[in-house]
């Protein structure tokens, strides 16, 4: 099975936001965050909702990689090309 130089990249662009997605969702999450929610999240007390984290990412954070990362191995070992590079030659 072969691929093409398109199928690769594609797949490479794909796993590469799957590896950016934790830090970029949580740059986000911290950016659209009000001083007061910044405030309780560094108080001592933390009274925000507590919420399961792994290394240092909640869910969402990995789910989105995981989602990546999976559409990343699909594009590299489907056996045709992708519709949407078919007309890219």
Known sequence: ???SREQVYAALVLAG???LWPAILC????ALRTPYERALTSAWCGSTPA???FLGHCAACWGGAATLAIAA???AFAP???RALRGAT
């Open 73 to 75: 191995l699909l594009v």
């Open 80 to 82: 045709n090309r992708p």
């Open 17 to 19: 936001a799957a590896a």
């Open 1 to 3: 099975m072969r691929q």
């Open 51 to 53: 919420s399961v984290e």
């Open 27 to 30: 740059s986000v999450t911290d």
